[in-house]
């Protein structure tokens, strides 16, 4: 390998092939190396952000609030009171002599005029130094409010992005099994880990809907606090981003028993074993249930119809991209299992995959279905990143915001996969929509304009 490294991170990248796996991950990035992971307060910003008739204000300076607004491209099926950015604003003398008035006020306001179902009260690092009791505040706003007002406890030097998805899930669980489970279906089940991002949960909702199975709660995508209050009551968690929401799956199994399933939504492969995975479960629950049969029976059919009409027209894209190079490099590691097998139909060769907040565990499934010499790496930074993607002569980069600049000035195709995309990804017909982005990018005539290998002497 011929990426330079600094001699801290050596241990945070693997080359399958190169030597017996090992790697180190989910530690504070390094000082000074500029990486691509967010802090603790984005973290959580992102996970709780998607829930729309909630109010979401940020105790903490205006940047704060300014760097995390909007940043999902999560939508709406009604209020869109999620799409707001409100924040304390705290100055100079807020930081000397304290917050708490000021957040109570802008608590008290902001309630009275948007009417939310609950609020979230966000820390920032700055309120960690001070020490306001947002606890405290949040008690008795609530009391006087009459709504659920909860502090996020999601100071940004605490830890680094995994951090914040436990601060958020710590925040939700003060929701759940405070509302009304009257009425719930034993074949249930909540959404935990999408955003629908650009319509995604509705495509998937829709596939559950035809197989006979209740929706709950989304969580967060599209999500409502009344919901979110009743999740207790499902019969099942489906768990598609499991870094951010796999600690509230746990927490919810603990104290209510409700099992979850690790699934993924993208690509044929995985979107298909996860509608059959949720049919086998309720089979096994109840197997003298008719309608366990009947459901399984519904999944073979949309299963069987999606596949049918998807597989013919990924074929033109299998041909033209069949040999390609591409790298991965995402937020949560699950979604890069996905992506290595979607690459695989058509053709294409994944040669790097890392991820800001994956597990020893995410990286060993990793380093077993990738190919020999395929890097592995582990909240890496732009240097890292440039060095890997011209070494490897990638064709396309598949990342986040972040990442679109390094691929661009490398003169290299790219893919948004990541929170802020417009396009859907997800689901049988999200697969097509992959496909077809990727051949655009990929076989671009501008790249003949920017030639990425040196010429032959």
Same mark, same amino acid.
């Given at each position: 390998?011929?990426?330079?490294?600094?001699?801290?991170?050596?241990?945070?990248?693997?080359?399958?092939? $190169?030597?017996?796996?090992?790697?180190?991950? &989910?530690?504070?990035?390094?000082? @000074?190396?500029?990486?691509?992971?967010?802090?603790?307060? +984005?973290?959580?910003?992102?996970?709780?952000?998607?829930?729309?008739?909630?109010?979401?204000?940020?105790?903490?300076?205006?940047? +704060?609030? /300014?760097?995390?607004?909007?940043?999902?491209?999560?939508?709406?099926?009604?209020?869109?009171?999620?799409?707001?950015?409100?924040?304390?604003?705290?100055?100079?003398?807020?930081? #000397?002599? *304290?917050?708490?008035?000021?957040?109570?006020?802008?608590?008290?306001?902001?309630?009275?005029?948007?009417?939310?179902?609950?609020?979230?009260?966000?820390?920032?690092? #700055?309120?960690?130094?001070?020490?306001?009791?947002?606890?405290?505040?949040?008690? @008795? /706003?609530?009391?006087?409010?009459? #709504?659920?007002?909860?502090? /996020?406890?999601?100071?940004?030097?605490?830890?680094?992005?995994?951090?914040?998805?436990?601060?958020?899930?710590? =925040?939700?669980?003060?929701?759940?099994?405070?509302?009304?489970?009257?009425?719930?279906?034993?074949?249930?089940?909540?959404?935990?880990?999408?955003?629908?991002?650009?319509?995604?949960?509705?495509?998937?909702?829709?596939?559950?809907?035809?197989?006979?199975?209740?929706?709950? =709660?989304?969580?967060? @995508?599209?999500?409502?606090?009344?919901?979110? +209050?009743?999740? &207790?009551?499902? =019969?099942?968690?489906?768990?598609?981003?499991?870094?951010?929401?796999?600690?509230?799956?746990?927490?919810?199994?603990?104290?209510? *028993?409700?099992?979850?399933?690790? /699934?993924?939504?993208?690509?044929?492969?995985?979107?298909?074993?996860?509608?059959?995975?949720?049919?086998?479960?309720?089979?096994?629950?109840?197997?003298?249930?008719? $309608?366990?049969?009947?459901?399984?029976?519904?999944?073979?059919?949309?299963?069987?119809?999606?596949?049918?009409?998807?597989?013919?027209?990924?074929?033109?894209?299998?041909?033209?991209?069949?040999?390609?190079?591409?790298?991965?490099?995402?937020?949560?590691?699950?979604?890069?299992?996905?992506?290595?097998?979607?690459?695989?139909?058509?053709?294409?060769?994944?040669?790097?995959? @890392?991820?800001?907040?994956?597990?020893?565990?995410?990286?060993?499934?990793?380093?077993?279905?990738?190919?020999?010499?395929?890097?592995?790496?582990?909240?890496?930074?732009?240097?890292?990143?440039?060095?890997?993607?011209?070494?490897?002569?990638?064709?396309?980069?598949? *990342?986040?915001?972040?990442?679109?600049?390094?691929?661009?000035?490398?003169?290299?195709?790219?893919?948004?996969?990541?929170?802020?995309?417009?396009?859907?990804?997800?689901?049988?017909?999200?697969?097509?929509?992959?496909?077809? $982005?990727?051949?655009?990018?990929?076989?671009?005539?501008?790249?003949?304009?920017?030639?990425?290998?040196?010429?032959?002497?």
């Amino acid at each position: 390998m011929g990426a330079a490294l600094l001699k801290e991170r050596e241990n945070q990248v693997h080359v399958k092939g $190169e030597k017996p796996f090992n790697i180190v991950c &989910n530690k504070d990035s390094l000082a @000074g190396a500029v990486s691509q992971r967010a802090c603790v307060f +984005c973290g959580s910003r992102v996970v709780l952000y998607p829930i729309a008739d909630a109010l979401h204000l940020v105790h903490g300076p205006i940047g +704060c609030a /300014v760097y995390t607004w909007d940043i999902r491209g999560a939508l709406s099926s009604g209020p869109e009171l999620h799409r707001l950015s409100f924040s304390t604003d705290l100055q100079e003398r807020d930081v #000397i002599f *304290g917050g708490e008035k000021k957040l109570r006020s802008a608590l008290l306001e902001l309630i009275e005029r948007h009417s939310p179902k609950a609020a979230f009260v966000y820390s920032t690092c #700055i309120v960690g130094i001070i020490g306001d009791d947002l606890e405290a505040i949040c008690k @008795g /706003v609530a009391a006087e409010t009459g #709504i659920p007002v909860i502090p /996020v406890q999601s100071e940004g030097f605490k830890g680094n992005k995994r951090a914040g998805y436990q601060a958020a899930c710590d =925040a939700m669980f003060r929701l759940i099994g405070t509302g009304d489970t009257a009425g719930i279906s034993k074949f249930s089940l909540n959404i935990l880990g999408d955003f629908n991002l650009a319509g995604e949960i509705w495509m998937v909702r829709e596939y559950y809907e035809r197989m006979g199975i209740q929706v709950v =709660a989304n969580v967060t @995508g599209d999500g409502r606090v009344a919901d979110i +209050c009743r999740a &207790n009551g499902a =019969a099942l968690n489906v768990v598609q981003c499991s870094g951010s929401t796999m600690q509230l799956a746990n927490m919810m199994e603990e104290k209510y *028993g409700t099992p979850s399933l690790r /699934v993924s939504y993208f690509g044929i492969e995985d979107m298909s074993e996860a509608l059959y995975d949720i049919a086998r479960f309720f089979k096994k629950q109840y197997p003298d249930d008719p $309608e366990a049969d009947k459901i399984m029976e519904r999944t073979k059919a949309l299963v069987q119809e999606k596949v049918r009409e998807l597989v013919p027209q990924l074929e033109k894209y299998r041909k033209a991209l069949a040999g390609k190079k591409a790298a991965i490099y995402v937020g949560g590691s699950f979604k890069a299992f996905s992506l290595v097998k979607a690459f695989r139909l058509v053709d294409m060769d994944v040669v790097m995959v @890392g991820s800001q907040t994956g597990t020893e565990e995410d990286y060993r499934e990793l380093a077993a279905i990738t190919d020999p010499g395929t890097v592995i790496v582990d909240d890496a930074n732009p240097l890292e990143l440039n060095s890997f993607l011209k070494e490897k002569e990638v064709d396309i980069f598949v *990342g986040g915001v972040k990442e679109r600049p390094i691929a661009y000035k490398l003169g290299i195709g790219f893919c948004d996969h990541n929170h802020e995309r417009k396009e859907a990804l997800a689901g049988f017909e999200g697969m097509l929509n992959f496909a077809k $982005e990727v051949y655009s990018s990929v076989m671009s005539p501008v790249w003949r304009f920017v030639p990425r290998k040196k010429p032959t002497a």
